[in-house]
């Protein structure tokens, strides 16, 4: 099992930025994907970014594509998002996970077996 950490939220103003981290520790970090999620109030949880064991390949939903980017330090056992150009409806507890398998499988969050306990970004008009 691996225990994520994640940090970075806060409050911030529509157009601006935060730089959310996630660190890992347990199981080997470098061997599987990680993702992030966000649940905001009232809604049901859903996929934000992903990206494979070895950084090579990142996924997103399309409403952050452009705006937000995921990357991994695998020497340092965390996983990033930039989020950019951030908006209202941004506002949510954001997530990470590793992946269940060493394969990124899809955004489902089927596919990820352990969480981190969030961090809250709330974005104000």
């Known amino acids: 099992q691996v225990q994520l950490v994640e940090s970075g939220g806060g409050l911030v103003q529509a157009g601006g930025s935060l730089r959310l981290s996630c660190a890992a520790s347990g199981r080997t970090f470098s061997f599987y994907p990680m993702g992030w999620f966000r649940q905001a109030p009232g809604k049901e949880r859903e996929f934000v970014a992903a990206?494979?064991?070895?950084?090579?390949?990142?996924y997103y939903t399309d409403s952050v594509k452009g705006r937000f980017t995921v990357s991994r330090d695998n020497a340092k056992n965390t996983v990033y998002l930039q989020m950019n150009s951030l908006k209202p409806e941004d506002t949510a507890v954001y997530s990470c996970a590793a992946g269940r398998s060493t394969r990124y499988t899809g955004q489902s969050q089927a596919n990820f077996a352990s969480w981190g306990q969030g961090t809250q970004v709330t974005v104000s008009s």
């Open positions: 990206i494979t064991r070895s950084g090579d390949s990142t």
